[in-house]
């Protein structure tokens, strides 16, 4: 069963404009990470935070956990075309993995 | 270069003939894992491998197998596949300390007719 659930499910936006993709998830759990997929390809790392951790940044990649609300969220900062993929999250206990449905997000040029 | 491969790519297939689709990685790594991509429903994870001969069930492990006799290879096996089982399949690996990042196939989009 799903762990994480994204909202929204799907997002567009300008090119340059920021996007915020939130992640709640139901139990405990040792990390979360955030993925990338392009349309139909593997998946792609972005960034992992810690359950100790409450904010994570990598370029312009700005990641927050709230573990007390369950809850994360990934900003993509001044986005660009380039970052229209979907995007998920999946949170790790011990050697169990859950990902989320996705957010897709579309950036127009 | 750090890969996971997996072949084939794409399988059209029919109902009951059996099928396996490989998955091989580069990267020492112990964790291994197969997961069915379908629309709304996200990732979910059909069985995964601490090591070798070493397997266990994830969510949704009915009408599959695994078997992880090599470090670098963990095949999934469709003895009869059904029509429900059509989907994007992904493998994947990571280490089991450290870092959890998980490296990922490029996807084996199954069609069971």
């Known amino acids: 069963s799903q762990q994480g659930e994204e909202d929204p499910q799907a997002l567009s936006i300008q090119e340059g404009e920021n996007a915020t993709m939130n992640c709640s998830y139901k139990?405990?759990?040792?990390?979360l990470q955030w993925y990338r997929q392009n349309s139909g390809r593997g998946l792609v790392h972005l960034i992992l935070i810690r359950s100790n951790e409450r904010e994570k940044h990598s370029g312009r990649l700005r990641v927050t956990l709230d573990t007390s609300k369950k809850s994360s969220s990934l900003l993509i900062t001044a986005s660009r075309a380039a970052d229209t993929a979907s995007y998920f999250c999946a949170t790790e206990a011990v050697n169990d993995m859950r990902f989320g449905a996705g957010t897709r997000l579309t950036v127009k040029p | 270069e750090a890969q996971v491969t997996q072949n084939p790519r794409y399988l059209i297939t029919v109902t009951g003939k059996k099928l396996t689709v490989t998955c091989s990685q580069n990267?020492?790594?112990?964790?291994m894992s197969w997961y069915r991509q379908d629309p709304g429903l996200g990732l979910r994870q059909i069985y995964y491998?601490?090591?070798?001969?070493?397997?266990d069930k994830g969510d949704v492990p009915e009408g599959y197998k695994v078997s992880r006799k090599e470090k670098r290879n963990f095949p999934l096996i469709l003895e009869s596949p059904s029509p429900n089982q059509t989907s994007l399949y992904f493998c994947?690996?990571?280490?089991?300390?450290?870092?959890?990042?998980?490296?990922f196939g490029p996807g084996t989009r199954l069609t069971v007719t």
């Open positions: 994947a690996s990571r280490q089991t300390s450290g870092s959890y990042e998980q490296y």
């Open positions: 990267m020492n790594h112990e964790y």
């Open positions: 139990t405990s759990i040792n990390n």
């Open positions: 491998s601490m090591n070798v001969e070493v397997t």
